[in-house]
């Protein structure tokens, strides 16, 4: 038996024989050519059919996975429409009277080495990104070098690397988990895995200390951890045993949770704590419905403002507001404004660059300096609002002057809304996340000018120990039960209470469910989660007896 270790991408445990995910059959040749006219006019056509492939793409991936995880398909196509790719292939054509699959082939490997090069953990995942689309292209060149796959029973995925097209181009049904030697958790793959719910584990930097090559391993009999990260490869009788259980009590967990929906989250002494999920796109909502969320915690706005070439008009976000509002059926549902920045950028915005970019214009600073945007976001959440129990939220939030402001744009799109005699629900909701020191200081003071507070501790953590969430460096240092941190959430709570508002956290330890207790005596009145955690959270709070409760 072997064990190598990886990246921890996405939860579960796979069972299976290990199926060897073969990307290009044999390196692309140097050719001479005579008229690099007509290579020229070769590239271009096998680019516009890529170009007709990814649309296809993008339309079945956004009816199977949502348009989230079709994105990435629009992104490829933006790469393939790129002048400086273009213009690379071309004059290496024209220059050097090459084939061109060899000119796509070279530009690929320097734009790829351009963005690994590249500080932004993102921005190097876009590598795998740029070799995609230049293996689409000379699979149409040539389509006799590539080696086609077929798999015919159910098996744990295992390659070098797999690109997003690759992942749903896969059967589903007959993968049971991904394990990949390169790749990481900002990658779109690894977006889609998670996605499809498969155990997946990446990175596998010390693969050639345990076995001669990737390939050898195909055909051999294996079981991926998604949990730990690790790969057992031909796996002895005690793990295989190990496992078989660990899978089964997986599926029987699943059947005892499944047993709670429809049940209040109360503890035993009868104490209510709201449980909402955190959703990424209207995608995400059935989801959240299926494991009986209670309501919507978290909505990120931002998501429909990722991967497109310009902003979404009012129009289409009002559209996605209504209809995540009328699904939840009345329950709450609080929609976070835009929080842009940071490790979410967008082209169109013409954001400069920045040395600090977790520190600088993000979130409702940007939201400030560009009202007409925010103005535009604010009308069609508040025209939403007249369609379902919508709550809005303003992210990264650190003087009431900010708030002040905000509110102020507020009044002025719900007097232009009356004034056209477009429905609205004058009482909606207005609340901040906390998710700042300052924040949390002055939280006495914000608490007098909103209805609620949603603490949230991803960034609060980061802020709180100086520690870059997104550095997979920092390890340890990036610490959520960190004292300090735990001491922020209690004075926001406090502050909430003492002015008599509700306060919720939606960041990442409100699924920690060794916490739940805490944040129930805290006086926490929400937490804010992951669909896939509701009905654990919702298991943990009831299982909660304090000492000396009286049970009803």
């Known amino acids: ?20 995910l073969k990307n290009k059959a044999v390196e692309i040749g140097r050719k001479k050519i005579d008229d690099p006219e007509k290579e020229t006019a070769r590239f271009d056509e096998a680019r516009i059919k890529a170009c007709l492939q990814l649309d296809r793409l993008y339309e079945e991936t956004k009816e199977t996975l949502g348009e989230e995880n079709a994105a990435i398909f629009d992104i490829h196509k933006m790469m393939l429409e790129d002048l400086d790719y273009i213009e690379s292939v071309m004059a ?13 082939e070279r530009t690929a490997e320097k734009f790829s080495a351009m963005f690994s090069a590249m500080d932004d953990d993102y921005m190097k995942e876009r590598a795998i990104d740029v070799l995609d689309i230049s293996g689409r292209i000379q699979k149409i060149l ?12 159910p098996s744990i995925i295992i390659a070098d690397d797999i690109t997003p097209g690759e992942a749903v181009g896969l059967d589903k049904k007959m993968v049971l988990g991904i394990a990949t030697v390169k790749g990481g958790v900002n990658s779109h793959t690894a977006i889609l895995a998670r996605s499809l719910a498969l155990p997946a584990v990446f990175g596998f930097r010390e693969i050639s200390a345990n076995i001669a090559n990737i390939e050898s391993l195909d055909g051999k009999h294996a079981i991926l951890d998604g949990f730990t990260g690790k790969l057992y490869i031909e796996p002895d009788e005690v793990v295989i045993k190990a496992m078989s259980e660990k899978l089964d009590e997986i599926r029987k967990k699943r059947e005892l949770l499944n047993k709670l929906k429809g049940l209040p989250s109360v503890t035993a002494d009868g104490r209510k704590i709201n449980l909402y999920a955190n959703v990424n796109h209207v995608s995400d909502i059935d989801d959240a419905v299926n494991n009986d969320a209670e309501g919507i915690g978290l909505f990120r706005s931002e998501f429909l403002f990722l991967d497109r070439k310009n902003a979404p008009t009012e129009e ?8 995540v509002a009328a699904h939840m ?13 940071a490790d979410k950028q967008v082209s169109y915005f013409k954001m400069p660059k920045e040395e600090n970019p977790a520190m600088g214009l993000r979130a409702v600073r940007l939201c400030l300096s560009e009202p007409q945007i925010f103005k535009t976001q604010l009308r069609a959440l508040y025209r939403a609002s007249a369609f379902g129990n919508i709550s809005i939220m303003i992210p990264m939030v650190t003087s009431v002057w900010e708030v002040g402001e905000v509110l102020k744009l507020i009044e002025e799109v719900k007097s232009d809304l ?11 909701e207005f609340g901040i996340m906390v ?6 200081i002055i939280s006495a003071e914000l608490a007098e000018m909103v209805d609620f507070f949603s603490i949230g501790t991803n960034d609060l953590t980061q802020y709180t120990l100086a520690a870059d969430r997104q550095n997979s460096n920092i390890g340890s240092f990036y610490e959520p039960h960190h004292p300090a941190v735990m001491k922020m959430i209690e004075m926001t709570v406090k502050s909430a209470k003492d002015a008599g508002i509700w306060v919720g956290i939606c960041g990442e330890i409100a699924a920690d469910l060794e916490l739940t207790e805490i944040f129930l005596n805290m006086g926490v009145d929400e937490l804010s989660v992951s669909p896939n955690m509701l009905l654990p959270l919702r298991e ?3 299982a909660i007896i304090p000492p000396n409760a009286t049970i009803i």
């Not at 038996?1 to 199926?19: F, H, N, P, Q």
């Not at 040539?142 to 029973?153: D, F, S």
Request: glycine content about 6%; charged content about 25%; some cysteine.
């Open 1 to 20: 038996m072997k064990i190598i270790e990886g990246v921890r991408i996405s939860d579960g445990i796979a069972i299976g024989t290990l199926y060897f």
């Open 92 to 104: 290496i054509i024209s220059e050097q009277n090459v084939n061109a699959e060899y000119a796509v």
């Open 142 to 153: 040539c389509p006799a070098l590539y080696g086609q796959y077929e798999i015919t029973t």
């Open 316 to 323: 289409e976000q009002f559209a996605a507001y209504k209809k």
């Open 329 to 341: 059926n009345g329950k709450k549902t609080i929609i976070r404004t835009l929080d842009i920045g």
């Open 418 to 428: 009356k004034r056209e005699e477009i429905p609205l629900n004058n009482k909606t």
């Open 435 to 440: 998710e700042t020191p300052a924040a949390v």
């Open 540 to 542: 943990r709070i009831r």
